[in-house]
């Protein structure tokens, strides 16, 4: 069974950056698509940003321009960028992937903007 865990998160200013971590347990993200997604209180959960295996990357137009995707093959990890972090960013951020038609969620990590 896929495991993902995330890192990287807590409290910044606005305007800050910070780096997500999601780190797998198995080699997934040469061959599958990895994703971040969020979710603010109340609300649901929706995609911030996506790469494939080819490394086409796509991104959410809340966040594009801001955010970053990567990933590193070798160390089975894929990053989360965040740039000109603003309070509507606030959420709990959670890895994602795609593995055999099967979706893999890491337990999520909070990511708080304020001063």
């Known amino acids: 069974q896929v495991q993902l865990v995330e890192s990287g998160g807590g409290l910044v200013q606005p305007g800050g950056s910070l780096t997500l971590d999601c780190a797998a347990s198995?080699?997934?993200?040469?061959?599958?698509?990895a994703a971040w997604y969020r979710q603010r209180p109340g609300r649901e959960r929706v995609m911030v940003a996506s790469?494939?295996?080819?490394?086409?990357?796509n991104y959410a137009d809340s966040v594009r321009g801001r955010f970053t995707i990567s990933r590193d093959n070798a160390k089975n990890m894929v990053y989360l960028q965040m740039n000109n972090l603003k309070p509507e960013d606030t959420a709990d951020y959670y890895c994602?992937?795609?593995?055999?038609?099967?979706?893999?969620w890491g337990k999520g990590i909070l990511v708080t903007v304020s001063s």
């Open positions: 198995e080699s997934i993200f040469r061959l599958n698509r």
């Open positions: 790469i494939t295996p080819g490394g086409s990357r």
């Open positions: 994602n992937a795609l593995v055999g038609g099967r979706n893999y």
